[in-house]
């Protein structure tokens, strides 16, 4: 099956956003394309790439721990879209 992640869309908000360090979480289904995608996304952007491998529910399920990381960005790949920032202020795609 072929996935369409939108990744130079990802790639515009990266950019955008000037993330140096960006979070990607998938839906354990898509989970083996993890690295894939993030090889694309350091390639066309300079960021760092890191994959989140733990438990992801659903859009809203946003990992607490990765605000000790300072990660700039947090996309999520799998999901209905969930506007995190409006509810906790912070910057998810």
């Known amino acids: 099956m072929e996935y369409d992640?939108?990744?130079?869309?990802?790639v515009d908000r990266i950019k955008k956003e000037k993330a140096k360090l960006v979070c990607i979480q998938l839906a354990d289904?898509?989970?083996?394309?993890?690295?894939e995608i993030q090889e694309y996304l350091e390639k066309k952007t300079g960021?760092?790439?890191?994959?989140?491998l733990?438990?992801?529910?659903?859009?809203c399920?946003?990992?607490?721990?990765?605000?000790?990381?300072?990660?700039?960005?947090?996309?999520q790949f799998g999901h209905n879209d969930f506007i995190y920032?409006?509810?906790y202020g912070g910057n998810v795609v």
Request: proline letters at 5%.
């Open 47 to 52: 960021a760092k790439i890191i994959i989140w």
């Open 85 to 87: 920032g409006r509810y």
């Open 29 to 35: 289904g898509i989970k083996p394309k993890a690295v």
């Open 61 to 75: 399920d946003v990992p607490v721990e990765i605000e000790r990381l300072k990660v700039d960005l947090i996309v």
């Open 5 to 10: 992640f939108d990744l130079d869309n990802v």
């Open 54 to 59: 733990g438990s992801c529910w659903g859009a």
